[in-house]
DNA sequence: CTGTTAGCGCCTTCAC
DNA sequence: GTGAAGGCGCTAACAG
């Protein structure tokens, strides 16, 4: 295993000072044609190839972010997470990614080792994290942008779905059909986005004179499995309701199998509207109802958004809201 | 924007030296309980947080791994990034996460810039680089691993599928529901895994003394939308065919699209058989017939595998084969 | 246009 | 048990 190649080794090998290495390898600064063709050579010549680490250390920043997600493999994250590295990639960042499995204290493990990393920022999606241990977390992170999720601070970045409006349009939706015996599958109880759908679920129900139930309002984990268990417990109690807004499409799904466990015919018996439209949503059966909203873009804007503060445009834009747009689809027609 | 707190305050602070404080951050050597004490306390007192790219540039380590994917929004990839991420996560390792999208040109420069981020290992998964290239990024990489690929070269680990009898078993279910006229649905020419599968494929056929007509093996993206077109090329030039065999499952989903839009029932009119079994297979309508392998216990094989090899076991275990099990659902009984 | 001097914050090696 | 000296590979700031 043969030592390295540094700068130092180009250096003495062209007849040079180390410093007018770096300026070739930079592109700063004028080096005459001739010095840096004949450096240039050297380094093929040498297989010299720069050491980031060494430059982080001397400079100060590390050229990398960290995307913190619940689960890479929930389809929302992981569109999320293509579309935050695809801008990255584009500026020259490279991402860290980091799963929590919903756990709050991986994720504050995770935001520490992500800091100890010298990450130039940090893109935190769908933090759990009560809002002390976030305000404590955040203070070890340069740079923040938050997604799906809001805090009163200062010099943080946002990147949120206005969900209280997107649950009263899935609400209403179902009310315009008709419907008045409506639950709500409210996701994570630590969900910042759920409970704000939940919010404006309880608004559409009551600009329309009407009062969920006890029970009504059911919080599940967000995946297909938890939600087949709670829409189970939910329908069994509740035989009036006939309809299900949903936190989000996972959610959603896992209610669509669960009413053709208990054969509950959908749309027919039990309407249901999700929240994302993740690719899964138009092509399972019946295909479902929601409010859309790309979160591959999310992901790209979180990226620019962090990138901002990052070059230190503190005064601009701190927040980028997006609106989701109602598919009907087989799910609620 | 007061300066970061190092190591040399936290010494001079407890009346120590600098040594002794590294001593006890890494918990390395003896250190009198008093001592470690009051530095500990100074430690908290000052904030004081250790340099990740200081430590790195004195060891030789970063604690990081690189994961290059062709596309994490592909539930394939997006399984196994998570796979690989839990168990670097257990192990004290970040990731950096980076997508391809398929472009040769951009695989490359991800790993010219893991290797210059100074990562510990890389983790390749379905490159789509020949192998002269291939062999010319690896030699940049201090530890390999290559998923869902393979090549002639010492010192470098896999984790595969057994592709060719994944694809054998896939077609020898159509042929013994009786098929004959079954095409390939090939995903990306230069698919390492694409072409194992359709070897497979051939081979099953000839086995039943079949031989494939011209046109019945069609490369195609790994997409649903590139699938659909695909799809729907195949089986307006060959309406022979009653069966297909497809790459992978969102290539079967888009066939089975294209199915529905051109009004052929599934699987009466033609049969379809994917691979992967992603969480979507089961829920489309027909389910998806598939041969399953997990992807994220691939991943997580692959980390652990590049781990020993990082540790230095390099005569241990190179190999890790995923033998894929049929999976029987509708679209192909 | 090019070179010199000093670190960046930590760890390794040896000495005490 | 603890400390001092030196270096990891690079760049900033100034000098020429």
Excluded at 95 to 118: H, M, Y
Excluded at 211 to 232: F, H, Y
Excluded at 300 to 326: D, N, P, R, W, Y
Aim: proline share 4%; glycine share 8%.
């Amino acid at each position: 295993m043969s030592r390295r190649v540094t700068m130092a080794d180009v250096a003495r090998e062209a007849g040079v000072s180390q410093m007018t290495v770096s300026r070739v390898v930079n592109e700063k600064g004028d080096i005459s044609e001739a010095t840096s063709l004949r450096i240039r050579e050297v380094i093929q010549r040498l297989g010299y190839r720069p050491s980031g680490v060494a430059r982080s250390l001397a400079t100060k920043r590390t050229g990398t972010l960290g995307l913190v997600v619940p689960d890479n493999s929930n389809p929302c994250f992981s569109a999320i997470a293509r579309g935050a590295e695809h801008v990255a990639y584009q500026e020259g960042y490279s991402i860290f990614l980091c799963n929590t499995e919903e756990e709050t204290d991986r994720e504050l493990a995770v935001i520490r080792s992500l800091e100890e990393k010298g990450v130039d920022g940090t893109i935190l999606c769908s933090s759990r994290l009560g809002e002390d241990d976030l305000r404590r977390a955040i203070s070890y992170i340069p740079c923040l942008v938050l997604v799906n999720r809001r805090l009163e601070q200062e010099g943080i970045g946002f990147v949120v779905i206005d969900d209280e409006r997107s649950g009263r349009i899935a609400t209403r939706h179902l009310l315009d059909a008709g419907h008045r015996a409506i639950a709500m599958l409210a996701g994570p109880i630590n969900s910042y986005a759920g409970q704000q759908r939940t919010r404006g679920y309880r608004a559409a129900m009551q600009a329309a004179g009407l009062k969920p139930e006890d029970g009504w309002v059911l919080n599940c984990p967000p995946r297909i499995e938890g939600s087949m268990q709670a829409t189970r417990e939910l329908l069994s109690a509740h035989s009036e309701l006939t309809a299900l807004v949903c936190y989000n499409d996972l959610v959603a799904i896992g209610a669509l199998k669960a009413c053709a466990e208990m054969s509950l015919s959908v749309p027919d018996e039990i309407a249901v509207v999700g929240h994302d439209d993740i690719p899964l949503s138009e092509l399972v059966t019946p295909a479902l109802t929601t409010c859309r909203v790309s979160q591959y873009e999310m992901g790209s804007q979180a990226v620019q958004l962090l990138l901002k503060h990052i070059g230190g445009c503190e005064t601009e834009c701190h927040e980028v809201i997006f609106q989701s747009e109602l598919i009907v689809r087989a799910s609620a027609p």
